[in-house]
């Protein structure tokens, strides 16, 4: 496994990822564009790829701009392998090494994301974005 940065060579590969998902399907795959990804990975934030024999299985993206976590997904034959911990970690150190501001993100409630953030620290504070759970995290609590 080859854990980096994600370049816009990576937008083909992590598209194949975010479509692949059992949970938190997008409603329309038109809906995040290449523009989109390419935006959030060059002039937003940054992203970061799990790669294995040269595939992208999993990434994450964190927003700056937004201050919340704009993607993170495991292609399913991945999951449970702690590719999204990992992702997880990088992305979040990363995050409050550039800013000490609260960050957000939103996940379909009942879902195994759900559990994961829960398990990895965030606060569940209501819901947001049509019936999605909305958690936080602040930089005292990813410290900790």
């Known amino acids: 496994m080859i854990y980096r940065q994600a ?14 998902v059992k ?13 989109d990804c390419e935006e959030f990975l060059t002039q937003r934030g940054r992203g970061w790829v799990c790669e294995i024999d040269g595939n992208i ?11 919340n976590i704009w993607a993170s997904f495991v292609m399913p034959e991945f999951e449970e392998k702690g590719i999204g911990k990992a992702l997880h970690r990088l992305m979040m150190d ?4 550039q800013t000490k501001k609260m960050v957000w993100l939103g996940t379909a409630p009942n879902t195994r ?32």
């Open 7 to 20: 370049e816009i060579s990576d937008i083909a590969k992590i598209q194949i990822v975010r479509h692949s």
């Open 23 to 35: 949970e938190n399907t997008l409603s329309n795959p038109l809906l995040v564009t290449d523009a």
């Open 57 to 67: 299985v999993g990434f994450s993206i964190v927003d700056l701009k937004e201050n």
């Open 94 to 97: 990363w995050y409050f090494n």
């Open 113 to 144: 994301a759900e559990k994961f953030y829960e398990k990895q620290g965030w606060k569940n504070v209501g819901m947001v974005n049509k019936g999605e759970v909305k958690f936080e995290m602040s930089y005292e609590d990813w410290i900790r």
